[in-house]
């Protein structure tokens, strides 16, 4: 099982980005897949995540209406759309996922230490 993460990079504020998380190993559609985010000083969060089957998504209040996550099965691919971007939305942003967890709009209450699968973060700075 593998994921890696990519598509981080330098924004100004009310810029926008686009996160790819690839999957090898294992078929991403069968399972929920989650973006976590760590910035400086603080503990690891959850941003989004979307269930298997008929993807339905979750988000952090934070990025409510600002971020958009979704998938491309035939790529086994999921994304994360980042529009509006403020200075603290820096962070190291993770996918992740694990084979008994759900999405279920549980988001921002499911803790890092509960999924099994991280990739390599990528860096997103907004900065002017």
């Known amino acids: 099982v593998q994921l890696q993460a990519s598509g981080g990079g330098l924004v100004q504020p009310g810029g926008s980005l686009r996160l790819s998380c690839a999957a090898s190993?294992?078929?991403?559609?069968?399972?929920?897949i989650a973006w976590f985010r760590q910035a400086p000083g603080k503990e690891r969060e959850g941003v989004s995540c979307?269930?298997?089957?008929?993807?339905?998504?979750d988000y952090v209040d934070s990025v409510k209406g600002r971020f958009t996550i979704s998938r491309d099965r035939a790529k086994n691919t999921v994304y994360l759309q980042m529009n509006s971007l403020k200075p603290e939305d820096t962070a190291v942003y993770y996918c992740?996922?694990?084979?008994?967890?759900?999405?279920?709009?549980?988001?921002?209450?499911?803790?890092?230490?509960?999924?099994?699968?991280w990739g390599k973060g990528t860096l997103v700075t907004v900065s002017s």
């Open positions: 190993g294992f078929n991403a559609d069968y399972y929920s």
């Open positions: 992740v996922t694990d084979f008994e967890w759900k999405c279920d709009g549980n988001i921002a209450t499911t803790r890092d230490y509960r999924l099994d699968y």
């Open positions: 979307i269930s298997s089957g008929i993807s339905s998504a």
